[in-house]
């Protein structure tokens, strides 16, 4: 009912999930980064507990393989999942179940996986996973939106469109990009939508909130009133 792309960014060490179906919110379900470690995407009938599992096990070390392999052992629905993930050194891995929804599989490239089922034909992969392998022009999350829209000019989900996501994790504990359509009937033009607002509205203040470096962020009142003026707000914090 599925599909999507995992990747890694080997210049930046970004990992990234984009995903889109026809169903209810699939952001709530099927993505799981995590910084340093991996990326995955667990659909078909998804299994929520499989995404950590897998994250746990390349977290110890093993590789995208292994941790997917380790993880689909104690689950006996895994006939009735998808699953596929990219570890830290841009390994993939993929599962279709037995079980799954024809058209249903996966495509492996040189750090990312497309993946997909419940889909009107084969080309939704190969299209979404030839767009992201040519377009290195654009950065990664211009990039992913655009190899889905070509999976979704190729047939999409047989059932329709509903929902979409796009997470994204590069330094910090929890995403930089976290966008979501969760019911829309162009979900992803509306998620392209959102991550323009995104680039213009989050992206320019990003070095400023509270990370790993730098715990507690900007805090100079000063300075933060200066670029709400520069952007036209009339806002003061109380002294």
Excluded: K
């Amino acid at each position: 009912m599925t599909w999507s792309i995992v990747a890694r960014d080997p210049a930046s060490g970004a990992f990234a999930v984009a995903v889109t179906t026809c169903n209810l919110a699939v952001g709530a379900s099927c993505p799981f980064l995590r910084t340093g470690v991996g990326a995955v995407s667990t659909q078909s009938m998804s299994n929520r507990y499989l995404g950590p599992a897998v994250l746990d096990a390349m977290a110890r070390g093993l590789s995208a393989r292994l941790a997917l392999d380790s993880a689909l052992a104690g689950d006996e629905g895994r006939g009735l999942r998808q699953i596929h993930a990219v570890d830290a050194r841009g390994r993939v891995a993929a599962h279709t179940g037995e079980n799954c929804v024809e058209w249903c599989g996966s495509v492996a490239g040189d750090g990312f996986s497309v993946a997909g089922n419940m889909l009107s034909g084969e080309r939704v992969v190969t299209e979404t996973a030839e767009v992201f392998a040519r377009r290195t022009d654009l950065p990664l999350p211009e990039r992913l939106m655009a190899a889905l829209h070509a999976g979704q000019d190729a047939g999409g989900d047989r059932r329709g469109r509903q929902s979409a996501a796009l997470m994204l994790t590069s330094t910090e504990d929890f995403p930089d990009i976290n966008l979501r359509v969760d019911d829309h009937a162009e979900p992803l033009v509306e998620l392209s939508r959102l991550l323009g607002l995104w680039r213009t509205q989050a992206e320019p203040s990003q070095h400023t909130r509270p990370s790993r470096a730098n715990p507690a962020g900007l805090t100079d009142m000063d300075a933060i009133e200066a670029a709400w003026r520069a952007r036209g707000m009339d806002l003061r914090f109380r002294r």
